[in-house]
């Protein structure tokens, strides 16, 4: 099971770190991917890391704004957004792969989302 946290309420130009943290599973096996879907739009890929963490492969609406990582010895991922906009705003998800891929057929496992909302 994975659990997204760290969403909440932020200025334009602000940062959040969005976490994903693993019950019952490993992830250090897996890719991790982060999504986001914003209201009334399709779900879209933002980010993914691979397992060791040594490759990395954003969405080109992040713009060099954001960074993906991970701690397996924590079985956690995160996503660092800096520079953040109000079309940021999104429930932001994230998921496990057995590849770095952006495609979302791929990512078996899905966390339950967590709310980013950026204020102009």
């Known amino acids: 099971q994975l659990q997204a946290s760290g969403g909440g309420l932020v200025q334009a130009g602000g940062s959040l770190r969005l976490s994903c943290a693993a019950s019952g599973r490993t992830i250090s096996i897996y890719t991790m991917g982060w999504f986001r879907q914003a209201p009334g739009k399709e779900r879209e890929f933002v980010a993914a890391?691979?397992?060791?963490?040594?490759?990395?492969y954003y969405g080109d609406v992040i713009e060099g704004r954001f960074t993906a990582s991970r701690d397996n010895s924590k079985n956690t991922a995160y996503l660092q957004m800096n520079s953040l906009k109000p079309e940021d705003t999104a429930v932001y998800y994230c998921a496990a792969s057995w590849k770095l891929t952006r495609s979302q057929s791929a990512y078996a496992y899905w966390g339950q989302g967590t709310l980013v909302t950026v204020s102009s």
């Open positions: 890391i691979d397992s060791s963490g040594r490759s990395t």
